[in-house]
């Protein structure tokens, strides 16, 4: 069986994320969306409202499921049974990044592979940190988030 794990913090999720895994459906039996929790990094929104809004943006998609962990990915990876870790490219300086860290994460995680598709265009301008900065200085951000997400402006 073939599964991919979707690491990141989806703080909070976006279009260009959901975008990404449903063009990876077709490559795996199973991906699992997984929120990597790390306690030195501040986060806009609470860990139970991000995992709520994967479960919301994910519920019909039946190979997706949303985990949670701690500790290394690669090492999350493993002890799921994901051979295979998605991520997705905007631009050159997530290249470098990704480049990087899909090397440890091969050697940490015995073999891992780390399988990267490119944002489509009309995703790519798309982060969480914009998202955040947008919703921080009160506008709005629903043309960057999925329609399950529904972020009150004050
Ligand atoms: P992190 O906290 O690791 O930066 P994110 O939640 O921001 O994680 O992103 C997780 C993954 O989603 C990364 O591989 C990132 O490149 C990818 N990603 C984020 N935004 C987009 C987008 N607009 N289009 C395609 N991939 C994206």
């Given at each position: 069986?073939?599964?991919?794990?979707?690491?990141?913090?989806?703080?909070?999720?976006?279009?260009?994320?959901?975008?990404?895994?449903?063009?990876?459906i077709p490559l795996f039996d199973e991906i699992i969306v997984a929120i990597g929790i790390n306690s030195q990094k501040?986060?806009?929104?609470p860990l139970e409202q991000r995992i709520k809004w994967l479960e919301e943006?994910?519920?019909?998609?039946?190979?997706?499921?949303?985990?949670?962990?701690?500790?290394?990915?690669?090492?999350y990876s493993m002890k799921v049974g994901a051979r295979?870790?998605?991520?997705?490219?905007?631009?050159a300086s997530d290249f470098d990044y990704e480049k990087t860290i899909s090397q440890l994460n091969s050697i940490v995680g015995e073999g891992v592979e780390t399988i990267f598709l490119i944002s489509k265009p009309e995703y790519s301008h798309i982060s969480s940190t914009i998202v955040r900065e947008i919703i921080k200085g009160h506008g709005d951000a629903s043309p960057f988030l999925p329609p399950q997400i529904q972020i009150e402006q004050h």
């Open positions: 069986m073939k599964v991919a794990i979707f690491p990141g913090s989806f703080d909070p999720i976006t279009s260009g994320h959901v975008d990404l895994v449903k063009r990876a501040k986060y806009l929104f943006v994910f519920a019909e998609m039946p190979s997706v499921r949303v985990d949670a962990y701690e500790g290394l990915t690669a090492h295979y870790m998605l991520r997705g490219l905007r631009n």
